[in-house]
């Protein structure tokens, strides 16, 4: 079974805090999606990676930053934790060009409390 | 630029009446579409996916969804509402395979008996 974990379902943390979510996948995706999801907003993509070691900014990036050390690991990145930044954090992956297989993984999110 | 409307941010029905959930898309290229749910507490759950071979796609639990470009729509329909297809419904669009999904604001869909 396709699984994509993120390493905690529910932080709440200090405003300044540097605070860093994990997501692992194990389907050997090429690539690999963070988005934060509000009521009455959708989805809204932060940052994505097509590559180990490659990272692009999607539609709101600003307060954040991203890593990819490994294959199956991305890492959403908080540099200084503000209560606007408050919100469930949902990572994806998905296989690169496959056109079969054209959807993404979610993983159960994380929900995220700054206080 | 691609983007995604979904049309409505509530929709209620009864047990056994039929669902609409309606997606309006735009794509500058032949579109990936998709239908996610998303249940309470949960991550997102591919419903169904267009990827450019039948227009008429069909789901998981009864779900179904047709692609109509001179419309540019893609609603996602169900004959009979169950009581556990309340949740939040999301159109999705990418404009490759595999690539960022671009999201519509979602609709949460209520059935009751």
């Known amino acids: 079974d396709v699984k994509v974990t993120q390493s905690s379902r529910y932080l709440v943390k200090r405003t300044g805090e540097k605070v860093f979510l994990e997501c692992v996948q194990d389907?050997?995706?090429?690539?690999m999606f963070w988005y934060r999801q509000d009521p009455g907003l959708g989805l809204r993509l932060i940052y994505f990676?097509?590559?180990?070691?490659?990272?692009e900014k999607g539609d709101i990036p600003e307060g954040y930053s991203v890593s990819r050390e490994k294959k199956e690991r991305f890492s959403l990145i908080l540099e200084s934790a503000s209560t606007n930044q408050t919100s469930m954090y949902l990572c994806?992956?998905?296989?690169?060009?496959?056109?079969?297989?054209?959807?993404?993984?979610f993983g159960q999110g994380t929900r995220l409390t700054v206080v | 630029a691609q983007s995604v409307t979904q049309l409505g941010s509530h929709v209620s029905v009864s047990e056994g009446a039929l669902v609409l959930l309606r997606c309006n898309y735009s794509?500058?290229?032949?579109?990936?579409l998709f239908w996610y749910v998303q249940y309470p507490n949960q991550g997102l759950q591919l419903l169904l996916k267009?990827?450019?071979?039948?227009?008429l796609v069909k789901g998981i639990n009864g779900f179904e969804a047709e692609f109509k470009k001179s419309e540019t729509i893609f609603h996602l329909t169900k004959p009979s509402a169950h009581m556990s297809d309340a949740a939040e419904y999301f159109c999705?669009?990418?404009?490759?395979?595999?690539?960022?999904?671009?999201f519509g604001k979602g609709t949460t869909l209520s059935v009751s008996s």
């Open positions: 994806a992956s998905s296989y690169d060009h496959d056109r079969q297989n054209t959807e993404a993984f």
């Open positions: 389907m050997d995706h090429e690539n």
């Open positions: 990676s097509y590559d180990v070691k490659m990272k």
């Open positions: 794509s500058s290229v032949p579109p990936y």
């Open positions: 267009y990827t450019s071979a039948a227009t």
């Open positions: 999705a669009v990418s404009q490759s395979a595999g690539t960022a999904l671009i």
